[in-house]
């Protein structure tokens, strides 16, 4: 099915909903939930999971009476594989229409000193073959969960726009990269984030040399002490809230409501566990990664894990239905639920006071040149930190591919200093019940005042 068509049936399927949600939903105090998926006031009319928004370098303005001082930009990887596999698996993916050369090359040692250039190929042997697993992943040329020559693209694009805000528009950035004094760069150690960054950066200052010395340091943490996502391997509290969180009345009745769906799927998908019963986490991610690329939903002839018949083929209709199911989930986990802020103190809480700390050893000089600190990460990066801000249904919905927040701190005149946050091209818009400060300017003593109840004292002593 063409992706145009897939639209068109999706909004449809969310229009109807969303109108039964207006005449059913039940009133809560923090959140248009209601027990079911049904009761939440959807505005996705323009909502893509395929591609974020921009920033508009044509439409965007600075700050009146102001001075621009730091850039902080978080950013969710572009467009990928899927990092969950259903059996016999016939997709083909392809990602080598974009090569990543690579080079050793001694710290401190002359530029000649390298081993050559080497390049990484993904090979998926033959199926059924005399030395191969078989039907244990797709055809082509990916790995699981690889960054796309689309998620390139995106990246690339979107460092287009950050050059034409920045370098352009206001010269707060250099137009070459000279150095690396002014730039600071922060990635998961997954080859998908890393190669987000890479091409972000190469189209925020194109052409650039490609020498040890001119290298752009990336900065990667052990996934064992990883806190840009929550890190369940360091802190086990962080399961533990989840599951409470997941048992409660409200997400049981949800799972209930949705249950047939989730059956006829997994049955069709050929997996079970609670991976599968549990969370809407995988049947996103195979469906939508499916969908931005116009491939065939999955089909099996198989019955369900319950033994009952089941349909041969995923539609449009589960997709989409799945797409509000994850958001549901999302949201009710990171921001909805009474637990979600002690929830969100450990997922996200140790990264809120790195970008804190590093904003205030800038205002106490400590930072030398910096102007912009990229953080490249996951979904799992950026829904946590706009749950911290309250940010609103709209800007709740699950982070598309290469979602882009910035936090751009400004001084003015008088010598006060405001924080701009910028989602997806937009002044991030908050909860109306919530709206604890103008995100457009917000005062820095007023924006860490609220951000400091989610940044832990302790991280370790939290998570004991």
């Known amino acids: 099915m063409g992706a145009r068509t897939f639209n068109s049936v999706a909004l449809a399927v969310v229009a109807f909903a969303a109108a039964a949600a207006a005449a059913n939903a039940s009133p809560a105090s923090s959140s248009s939930f209601g027990v079911g998926v049904a009761a939440y006031a959807f505005d996705d009319a323009a909502y893509s999971y395929c591609d974020a928004d921009h920033p508009d370098d044509q439409a965007y303005k600075a700050v009146p009476d102001a001075k621009l ?16 596999l259903i059996p016999n698996d016939n997709t083909t993916w392809t990602c080598d229409g974009v090569a990543e050369n690579i080079y050793l090359n001694g710290a401190g040692q002359p530029e000649t000193n390298t081993t050559g250039a080497f390049r990484q190929l993904i090979e998926i042997p033959s199926w059924n073959g005399k030395y191969g697993y078989a039907n244990q992943v797709w055809r082509g040329t990916c790995d699981v969960g690889q960054l796309t020559d689309k998620g390139k693209s995106q990246h690339r694009m979107l460092g287009s726009k950050i050059r034409g805000i920045y370098v352009d528009k206001l010269g707060f950035l250099p137009a070459q990269l000279n150095g690396t004094d002014e730039l600071y760069v922060r990635t998961t150690n997954v080859w998908r984030t890393k190669n987000s960054a890479e091409s972000l950066l190469g189209a925020l200052w194109p052409k650039r040399d490609i020498t040890p010395q001119t290298a752009i340091p990336f900065h990667t943490y052990p996934r064992e002490i990883e806190t840009m996502y929550g890190n369940t391997g360091a802190c086990g509290k962080i399961k533990t809230l989840a599951s409470k969180i997941t048992d409660s009345e409200q ?18 998908f050929g997996v079970s566990g609670s991976d599968w019963d549990n969370t809407w986490d995988g049947y996103i991610d195979i469906l939508q990664a499916r969908h931005c ?50 929830y969100l103190r450990l997922v996200i809480g140790s990264l809120l006071g790195t ?9 106490a000089g400590k930072t030398g040149n910096l102007k912009f600190a990229l953080y490249s990460g996951h979904d799992s990066t950026v829904a946590p930190l706009l749950a911290v801000l309250q940010a ?73």
């Not at 997400?251 to 049955?267: E, H, I, N, T, V």
């Not at 970008?355 to 205002?363: A, F």
């Not at 609103?392 to 010598?415: H, T, V």
Request: overall charge negative; proline content about 6%; hydrophobic content about 35%.
């Open 392 to 464: 609103s249904n709209r800007n709740m919905l699950w982070p598309p591919y290469a979602s882009n927040l910035l936090f751009e701190l400004w001084k003015k005149s008088d010598g006060s200093r405001v924080v701009r946050v910028i989602y997806n091209g937009q002044v991030l818009k908050l909860q109306p019940e919530f709206e604890w400060c103008d995100l457009n300017a917000c005062p820095l003593d007023t924006f860490y005042k609220h951000l400091d109840e989610y940044i832990p004292d302790n991280i370790a002593t939290e998570c004991a």
């Open 293 to 342: 690329h116009d491939i065939a939903l999955p089909c099996s002839d198989r019955a369900s894990i319950s033994g009952k018949a089941t349909p041969k083929c995923a539609t449009a209709e589960d997709s989409a239905q799945v797409l509000r199911n994850s958001h549901y989930e999302y949201v009710f986990k990171f921001r909805d639920h009474p637990l979600s802020h002690n």
């Open 69 to 84: 001082e730091l850039v902080q930009m978080v950013v969710r990887h572009g467009d990928r594989t899927p990092v969950h």
């Open 251 to 268: 997400f049981q009745a949800f799972l209930k409501d949705q249950g047939p769906l989730m059956a006829k799927l997994s049955g069709i």
């Open 355 to 363: 970008l804190k700390d590093q904003v205030q050893e800038h205002i």
